[in-house]
């Protein structure tokens, strides 16, 4: 049973620097295939994908922030940590971790579990 | 870039839902998903390679296309359809887009 929870502060002032931890159970992130995203909703807007990290090391982040974001994983401690640097009240929304794998026939990923999702409040 | 069309679809119960995903460029539909999300809800899975429904998905979900045309139909709306639903293009270079979600609203 596959489950995900993001944890990290509620409010952050304009320019501090935002860092959020997603831990998992019911998988591995030394397992070939594996993978951890986070993805970020504003109030009332769209999803945006932000980050991926996997099994290997190998990472991925959206070219729009990748000068702010960094990922990280602890595959000892089950925990994925996504660090957004220069916060900015544009950056308020709900962020959410997701589990990622090869999935079903297709033989591509999805992201097939997340969490519930942390509120960040970015305010002065 | 994927753009859904239309924005808001106010449909009653047992009706059908036809949403649509457009692609700037033409992309795999191996790398095509949806998602639906509920308020106060995480998104969640429902259709993978543009036309395999996830584990648990009801058959009244389904989705089709290819290139840079996806659709994803809901054939007989259930009280619980009533949600936000997005596509996802999950490319070969890892990256991943979200469509602008499409909400289905009781009429």
């Known amino acids: 049973h596959i489950t995900l929870e993001e944890s990290g502060p509620t409010l952050v002032k304009p320019t501090q620097t935002l860092t959020l931890t997603c831990t998992f159970s019911?998988?591995?992130?030394?397992?070939?295939?594996?993978?951890v995203g986070w993805i970020r909703q504003p109030p009332g807007k769209d999803l945006e994908w932000l980050a991926l990290?996997?099994?290997?090391?190998?990472?991925r982040c959206n070219a729009s922030l990748k000068s702010r974001l960094s990922i990280t994983k602890d595959t000892s401690r089950n925990q994925v940590v996504l660090t957004m640097t220069n916060m900015d009240p544009l950056d308020t929304a709900t962020y959410y971790c997701?589990?990622?794998?090869?999935?079903?026939?297709?033989?591509?990923?999805?992201?097939?579990?997340w969490g519930q999702g942390a509120l960040v409040t970015v305010s002065s | 870039v994927l753009t859904q069309s239309p924005g808001t679809l106010s449909l009653s119960p047992g009706e059908r839902a036809t949403l649509s995903c457009r692609a700037s460029?033409?992309?795999?539909?191996?790398?095509l998903a949806w998602y639906q999300q509920k308020p106060g809800q995480a998104p969640r899975l429902l259709i993978y390679?543009?036309?395999n429904r996830a584990a648990g998905i009801p058959d009244r979900f389904s989705g089709r296309g290819f290139g840079t045309d996806f659709t994803l139909t809901i054939s007989r709306l259930e009280p619980e359809d009533f949600a936000v639903y997005y596509c996802?293009?999950?490319?070969?270079?890892?990256?991943?887009?979200f469509g602008g979600g499409t909400r289905v609203d009781i009429k």
């Open positions: 997701a589990h990622t794998s090869l999935y079903g026939s297709s033989g591509w990923y999805v992201l097939d579990y």
């Open positions: 460029q033409t992309v795999s539909a191996t790398h």
């Open positions: 996802q293009h999950y490319g070969r270079s890892l990256l991943i887009t």
């Open positions: 990290i996997f099994w290997d090391n190998d990472e």
């Open positions: 019911g998988f591995s992130l030394s397992t070939s295939g594996v993978g």
């Open positions: 390679a543009a036309s």
